[in-house]
């Protein structure tokens, strides 16, 4: 890393979404003598939240009053790529800082001298992808982490300049690992602003297990919120129940689609030890039932009453399409980093 010329601070452009993440990044640029030249934003479209899902939390996204330094320039869906270039040549910022926006592209990557720096909610390379926050809850982690990286033409594969692991708390919702994370950035965009400053990288503690894992709902699941998501009956019973517990979901019989609200209260059927073919009702209880899976018992809550399933009935199973891979990374992880139980609320 080379420091600017008399020490100067590097003049950096905010490109990011409208979350908790902005406020914390752009005071940490300017408390490592930074100076936040603009600030691009796009705003969460109408209807959908930058949470997995349930109600998003109390407050402004950015902080008391929503303040944030620097002026903000709109960025409309549908020609940021123009909107991004033309802002800087206008502003000619040294370096971008880049929070929950997406891919950009190679041309913009290479228009800062020092180059882009990319917020992760994760400890990269685990839960690389749009959605680390939600994969690490449907994980069942112990623990996640911030990563500040230096952005590379991939999804989330550049150099990691800095790591800071904290802990998931038992029912945590995504909002609250967001709000947890959004925490430590100002401290790490200090550090981080600062040794791009004077030459000298700031110094992380690593707590990743270095066991790669791209996540999003899409691509695991095929859909992402708020649409109403299908059961693959042949997943575990555990990331069926996690997943019912994040996302409005339902499964199908007949041509009859039965939405599923909860999974696994406790006491809801003795244990009896059966199972069943994926997708197989086993047994009904009032509006809950216990379905067999690829693996294990799912114990659900319908809408309505059940009175039109009984034993015996099959539902239609839908294709979630890389969940495999996604189950395959969790069962590999070290015991130490993940939970034994559905430990998330909805």
Same mark, same amino acid.
């Given at each position: ?14 490109i990011a979404m409208r979350s ?214 042949? !997943? %575990? &019973? ?6 019912? *517990? /994040?996302? =409005?979901?339902?499964t199908s019989l007949d041509g009859?689609? $039965? ?44 809408? !309505? %009453? &059940? ?6 009935? *099959? /539902?239609? =199973? ?8 996604? $189950? ?19």
């Amino acid at each position: 890393m080379v420091g600017l010329p008399g020490g100067r601070g590097p003049r950096v452009l905010v490109i990011a979404m409208r979350s908790p993440l902005r406020g914390p990044i752009c005071r940490g640029v300017r408390e490592g003598g930074g100076e936040v030249v603009g600030i691009a934003e796009k705003p969460v479209p109408t209807g959908k939240r930058p949470v997995m899902w349930g109600p998003s939390s109390a407050g402004s996204p950015d902080g008391p009053a929503g303040r944030v330094p620097g002026p903000r320039y709109a960025i409309a869906d549908g020609s940021e790529r123009e909107q991004l270039a033309a802002l800087v040549e206008r502003l000619r910022p040294d370096m971008a800082v880049v929070s929950r926006w997406g891919l950009l592209s190679p041309e913009l990557i290479r228009a800062f001298p020092l180059g882009i720096l990319n917020t992760h909610l994760s400890l990269l390379p685990e839960l690389r992808g749009k959605h680390p926050t939600a994969g690490a809850l449907l994980a069942g982690l112990r623990r996640t982490g911030v990563s500040i990286q230096f952005m590379q033409e991939g999804i989330d594969t550049g150099p990691v300049l800095l790591q800071r692991p904290f802990p998931i708390v038992d029912g945590d919702r995504e909002e609250e690992v967001t709000a947890r994370g959004a925490s430590l950035l100002a401290h790490m965009y200090r550090h981080a602003i600062a040794g791009i400053r004077t030459g000298r990288y700031p110094e992380g503690r690593w707590g990743s297990t270095g066991m790669e894992c791209h996540f999003s709902w899409r691509r695991q699941f095929g859909s992402e919120p708020p649409n109403r998501l299908p059961v693959d009956w042949t !997943a %575990p &019973a555990w990331l069926i129940q996690r997943v019912i *517990r /994040f996302r =409005s979901c339902y499964t199908s019989l007949d041509g009859w689609d $039965v939405t599923l609200r909860r999974a696994r209260p406790d006491e809801a059927f003795p244990e009896d030890g059966r199972s069943g073919a994926p997708g197989e009702v086993l047994a009904v209880r009032g509006r809950w039932m216990r379905v067999g899976t690829g693996q294990g018992v799912a114990e659900l809550e319908v809408d !309505a %009453p &059940a009175g039109d399933l009984a034993p015996g009935v *099959r /539902f239609e =199973s839908a294709r979630w399409p890389r969940w495999r891979e996604f $189950v395959d990374w969790v069962e590999a992880l070290p015991r130490e980093v993940k939970r034994t139980g559905t430990a998330c609320r909805a």
